[in-house]
């Protein structure tokens, strides 16, 4: 991995420059430039929501469901296609779940952390990077298991707010990227 700022060549999984002690940054970083006319306001690194393993599962789960219901129905004097359409509620239960854990995300730009929430009412809350004074990452082991947890971000709000970033995947990741993007405003 090359730097940006002197141009030297690292390794791969650097998180320093060797030449200059920069922070450097993988080059699999997700960046949107936001424009306001000709002028970038924020530059956005990442945008994660929370996992999407247990919708998964609960798919599978109203797929296997689907079959034996059917199979259960169609001995039954009732049509088939009841014994379908019934079926294929089951899928509605998933379907609410995916759509809940769709109305939320979180992402970090060069400026602020963003939590946006909500379907028809939408919530966007900002949290500047200056502001943060602690980054924690915590999972049960349960989630430990399945490789996700939380991102506890305590800032220096009048409310005293904590924000949690909940069941995300690889939260160390998102956590060390945060990290290091604090580090670059602090210089």
């Not at 789960?61 to 001995?75: D, H, N, Q, R, T």
Request: aromatic letters at 8%; proline letters at 3%; one cysteine or more.
């Amino acid at each position: 991995m090359y730097c940006k700022k002197c141009g030297c060549l690292n390794d791969n999984d650097a998180v320093y420059c060797k030449k200059c002690s920069t922070v450097l940054e993988s080059e699999d970083e997700t960046r949107v430039a936001r424009r306001a006319g000709d002028a970038v306001i924020e530059v956005e690194v990442y945008r994660v929501g929370p996992t999407l393993k247990f919708i998964k599962l609960g798919y599978i789960a109203a797929g296997l469901g689907a079959v034996l219901l059917v199979a259960l129905l169609a001995v039954t004097p009732l049509s088939t296609w009841v014994a379908v359409v019934f079926g294929l509620l089951l899928f509605l239960i998933p379907a609410y779940f995916h759509l809940r854990q769709r109305m939320i995300s979180y992402s970090l730009t060069d400026q602020c952390i963003e939590v946006d929430s909500g379907l028809v009412s939408r919530t966007t809350r900002n949290i500047p990077l200056a502001r943060i004074q602690d980054v924690t990452v915590s999972a049960s082991v349960f989630q430990r298991v399945l490789n996700f947890g939380n991102v506890v971000i305590d800032n220096a709000s009048e409310d005293g707010g904590k924000v949690i970033i909940k069941n995300i995947d690889a939260p160390r990741e998102y956590a060390d990227r945060l990290l290091s993007r604090m580090r670059q405003i602090e210089r």
